[in-house]
Nanobody, 126 residues
Framework: QLQLVESGGGLVQPGGSLKLSCAAS????????IGWFRQAPGKEREGVSC????????DYADSVKGRFTISRDTAKNMAYLQMNSLKPEDTAVYYC???????????????????WGQGTQVTVSS
């Protein structure tokens, strides 16, 4: 059974850091593009970052460029989102999601992603 499980969320002060993890089971991430998304209360889900399956190229939402870094560890079948210089507006539930196939690039459109985790809460507050 294909499953994605996020972890690493929590409460952090503005300016702090968190590293989110996404553990895949039932399949190998080697052939999947990975995306991180977030949804704040009362807002639509938005793409945060993605990393492609073929070349490992990445993309970021403008709001997180220079602060967030996406990565993947194929040996551990894991994906990560390192979040630095966190701001209150980063508060949201964060989800990892995947698209099957070998692609050189990636997209931040949630409609393109096939499988989703349950999410992990990130709260940035003093």
């Amino acid at each position: 059974q294909l499953q994605l499980v996020e972890s690493g969320g929590g409460l952090v002060q503005p300016g702090g850091s968190l590293k989110l993890s996404c553990a895949a089971s039932g399949f190998t991430l080697d052939y999947y593009t990975i995306g991180w998304f977030r949804q704040a209360p009362g807002k639509e889900r938005e793409g945060v970052s993605c990393i492609s399956s073929l070349l490992g190229s990445s993309d970021y939402a403008d709001s997180v460029k220079g602060r967030f870094t996406i990565s993947r560890d194929t040996a551990k079948n894991m994906a990560y989102l390192q979040m630095n210089s966190l701001k209150p507006e980063d508060t949201a539930v964060y989800y990892c999601a995947v698209i099957h196939g070998l692609f050189s690039g990636c997209v931040l459109s949630s409609d393109d992603y096939e499988y989703w985790g349950q999410g992990t809460q990130v709260t940035v507050s003093s």
